[in-house]
């Protein structure tokens, strides 16, 4: 079991970039595959992106293919998001958690457990 924190949010121009971190606290394997993911007001939360414990393979959703770029540093337990050419339709607060990839799109695991995650606010 992981525990996870978010940071690196904030409030940015449309255009402009952010880096978030996703860390691992105490002493938790660095194995997990992790995936980024986002809830905007109103809406479901949606899988933004994912990386697997290797650092190899990498899945991105449509929405920010080309923009975002996920990364991760298991010598600091740490997986990053670079936010590139941010949109007003990126505004959400993000989370990460760790996610089963076996075929197809990563999804969570049983019973996972979501922190407080971090704002990104983006404005025109």
């Known amino acids: 079991q992981a525990q996870l924190v978010e940071s690196g949010g904030g409030l940015v121009q449309a255009g402009e970039s952010l880096k978030l971190n996703c860390a691992a606290s105490g002493r938790t394997s660095n194995r997990n595959n992790i995936g980024w993911f986002r809830q905007a007001p109103g809406k479901e939360r949606e899988l933004v992106a994912a990386?697997?414990?290797?650092?190899?393979?990498?899945y991105y959703a449509d929405s920010v293919k080309g923009r975002f770029t996920i990364s991760r540093d298991n010598a600091q337990n740490t997986v990053y998001l670079q936010m590139d050419s941010l949109k007003p339709e990126d505004t959400a607060v993000y989370y990460c958690n760790v996610v089963i990839w076996v075929t197809g799109v990563p999804d969570t695991i049983r019973d996972a457990h979501w922190g407080q995650g971090t704002q990104v606010s983006v404005s025109s």
């Open positions: 990386i697997t414990f290797t650092g190899v393979r990498t």
